[in-house]
């Protein structure tokens, strides 16, 4: 089958090139055609040979997810595919359904909350070699993924989709993901370029904020994946900035992105993100998917070709309003863009659902999945002379593979919590289910259907069945918290609140009455409230983690992997704790939201929380979190050391480096995350009390001690100074502080910069 598949490929490949091999008389290779030239001399040899006809029909889309090459100079399609936690099923020409394909079927991996919460680079490798061999094998040439908005608000609906809080943890787990999937000859598209820091509204929301925010939280991680990723190309957002829609802004997309961090790749728009063609040419966008024109009105054949980067472009150009020289400048970036994929004779066949690809997705789950609390030592389960585990919660039997928006996955299998508990108990203990709580009763997306787990009883029949079979049980897990439903954890809208949804706080505290045996696995990409969290003894962070969830989680439960995950994002106490909400206009400034009257109407939002997000804002507001930034605990214990640094005064060409010794003092074999942060002690500009700036995941045996070391230059020191439009590291003292999390500080040491 593979090998009629290769036949087949080679043979379009083939015919494809057939007009252009036969312009050449003499069987020399075009200059664009010689992969052994230099990519930027083909990419100008490819521009002389095109029409403008043909420039401007490769920098919009003909299908969903195609652009459409240059069929007479051999130049193939471009193909896209959703990501970055599995790759989207086939769909129609121009529908979103399914195209009821039989072996588009993929590995579902966790979504990148996950990822992030294992602090872990290897990981992150991990991660984008093995999704990206799925693209490879499905022809893809393009992962619209990964995803690095920061979490600003624990209610929007897409934070599942991103990496956290942090620009620093962003930054440095992003760039190994970008690696992995490019090795593959499969580009990363990294996403959404940017302040695209909410659902609700996304479409009109017309963000400002200083430049010091800008530069210092929303952008390093988009910063990482150019210039130290190299990633091939980006998506633009929905929202606007600063009054112009970002697909079209020239500030983000050229003084930034390309003068400032020197970007060589395709600017693609999000899909029905360009609302202006003039905006577009001048904006910097360079190939256009998923706008909502209608052909029909425009008397075209087809609406892919009224896009606004389309026939309107075209027809600006021949009527002489404008130019080609900006039209050359995005076919060549499109042009780089296929050559680096499509066009990569050395990339590799890739593979699809291996058994590889399961152990991959199953070893990021657990080293994801986050112990928030176990009194008593609960966990792991002791099934020694054990006759009854109670299973709670709609959250153990539902699907978490469909849904969600873009990001919903036909996955050829997913292992459900309590498929993955009875299925490692075995026989030997009687692992009883009952529901709790029914939610949404959403059934399908696209086409993809989820199983069908509706139930009629009202949540007073369901909360008593669940308490009666609570009461004697050995163990008690509920395994609940949000979906992928809309006002979940889903695109497009944003959550009502920071509770759990379908009565489940309730639920847990009557669980908790009759029964001191109980482990809540809270399955959501977002931090949720605990009112019941004094009265719980265990408490398991989650996440959405794809095809091997179920056995991850039990893994977790069992004890068969010790939990070395840390949060990525802080876990407020309540809305009030968090600045977006505090001191922001979320989800838009006041006075418009209440005189709007239209869904279309532009909204602005200035983000006064300013540079201060998440552990950032608690540490200024001397508040106390649910659970801290970088919070994760472990079936064994560590002790750390004092921290020691290798001098006390540095220069500005100078590093510093910063050790201490970390030890396993329990007995089981662990691993530690160690971070470091710096405080400025006395700056000219505000600064957050402290930063991350540095973190190692250390694996110990039982007594074993190993020393972490990390190094500090001028840049884990500097901060953005508005006025100057530069960075700014300034002469004076500052601490670094070593931590097991934001609020776990194990020891600190001041050091001076001259």
């Not at 043979?11 to 200059?31: K, Q, R, V, W, Y």
């Not at 004094?534 to 992997?561: C, H, M, R, Y």
Request: glycine residues 10%; charged residues 25%.
């Amino acid at each position: 089958m593979k090998f009629m598949r290769a036949m087949m490929a080679a043979a379009i490949g083939l015919s494809a090139l057939m007009p252009a091999i036969a312009a050449f008389a003499d069987n020399a290779p075009a200059p664009y055609l010689d992969v052994n030239r230099p990519i930027e001399e083909r990419v100008q040899d490819a521009l002389s040979r095109m029409t403008t006809e043909e420039k401007v029909a490769i920098i919009h889309a003909q299908s969903k997810f195609s652009s459409p090459g240059v069929q007479r100079l051999g130049i193939p399609e471009l193909w896209c595919t959703d990501g970055p936690h599995g790759i989207r099923p086939e769909v129609f020409w121009d529908e979103w359904n399914q195209a009821d394909w039989t072996n588009d079927s993929c590995t579902a991996f966790p979504a990148l909350t996950c990822l992030a919460a294992t602090w872990n680079p290897e990981m992150a490798a991990l991660y984008g070699k093995s999704i990206g061999e799925e693209a490879r094998y499905r022809e893809k040439d393009v992962l619209l993924g990964p995803g690095v908005n920061i979490y600003r608000t624990p209610l929007n609906g897409r934070n599942f989709e991103y990496m956290g809080e942090d620009p620093y943890l962003a930054s440095v787990m992003v760039v190994p993901y970008i690696k992995g999937v490019q090795s593959n000859g499969v580009a990363t598209c990294v996403k959404h370029y940017a302040l695209n820091n909410q659902e609700q509204r996304r479409h009109t929301t017309d963000v400002d904020l200083s430049d010091r925010a800008l530069y210092e939280i929303y952008l390093p991680a988009f910063k990482a994946a150019v210039t130290e990723g190299g990633s091939w190309s980006i998506m633009g957002s929905y929202n606007l900035y600063r009054g112009r829609h970002v697909c079209q802004n020239s500030r983000l997309l050229k003084d930034i992105l390309r003068d400032e961090w020197g970007f060589d790749g395709a600017v693609i728009s999000d899909w029905g993100a360009v609302h202006n063609t003039e905006q577009a040419i001048d904006g910097g966008l360079d190939l256009e998917f998923g706008s909502w024109t209608n052909g029909l009105s425009e008397g075209m054949k087809n609406a892919y070709d009224s896009y606004f980067m389309a026939y309107p472009y075209l027809k600006l150009i021949k009527e002489g309003k404008t130019d080609t020289k900006e039209l050359d400048k995005k076919a060549g970036n499109v042009l780089r863009l296929i050559f680096r994929t499509a066009m990569n004779p050395s990339k590799p066949f890739g593979s699809m659902n291996s058994p590889e690809h399961v152990a991959a997705a199953r070893r990021i789950a657990g080293e994801g999945i986050v112990l928030l609390k176990n009194d008593g030592n609960l966990l792991p389960l002791d099934l020694t002379g054990k006759r009854k585990i109670v299973v709670v919660g709609e959250n153990a039997i539902k699907m978490m593979t469909v849904g969600g928006g873009s990001s919903s996955l036909k996955a050829r299998r997913e292992v459900t919590p309590l498929d993955g508990l009875k299925q490692r108990v075995g026989d030997d203990v009687d692992v009883v289910y009952v529901r709790g709580y029914v939610g949404d009763p959403v059934m399908e997306q696209d086409g993809l259907k989820v199983q069908d787990i509706s139930d009629s009883r009202s949540a007073d029949e369901l909360l008593a069945e669940a308490v009666d079979a609570a009461r004697g049980a050995d163990y008690v897990i509920f395994v609940g918290g949000l979906n992928k439903a809309p006002h979940q954890d889903c695109e497009d809208a944003d959550r009502e609140g920071l509770g759990l949804p379908y009565g489940q706080d309730r639920l847990i505290s009557e669980l908790a009455r009759v029964n001191s045996n109980l482990v809540v696995v809270n399955l959501s990409g977002n931090a949720v409230a605990m009112p019941w969290i004094k009265d719980v003894p265990a408490v398991v962070q989650g996440w959405f983690i794809g095809s091997e969830a179920g056995n991850a989680i039990t893994d977790v439960l069992s004890g068969d992997v010790n939990p070395s995950g840390k949060l990525p994002f802080t876990f407020p106490m309540s809305l009030a704790d968090v600045g977006a909400h505090a001191a922001g206009e979320y989800p838009g400034n006041k006075a418009e939201l209440d005189a709007s009257k239209e869904w279309g109407d532009t909204i602005r939002e200035y983000y006064n929380d300013d540079i201060f997000v998440g552990y950032r804002w608690a540490d200024k507001e001397k508040t106390t979190p649910l659970f801290p930034f970088g919070h994760g605990l472990s079936y064994t214990s560590f002790e750390y050391g004092k921290p020691t640094a290798d001098k006390k005064v540095m220069t500005a060409d100078d590093i510093i480096t910063v050790s201490v010794n970390v030890k396993n003092t329990g007995s089981r074999e662990g691993s530690e995350i160690v971070q470091l942060y710096i405080a400025d002690k006395k700056s000219s500009l505000p600064r957050p009390v402290k930063e991350l700036k540095g973190f190692r995941k250390v694996k110990l045996a039982p007594g074993e001690e190993k020393t972490v070391s990390f190094t500090v230059d001028k840049t884990a020191l500097s901060f953005f100074d508005d006025k100057k439009h530069q960075w700014v590291a300034e002469p004076g003292k500052f601490e670094a502080i070593v931590g097991a999390s934001s609020c776990d500080i194990k020891g600190s040491l001041l050091f001076e910069l001259k």
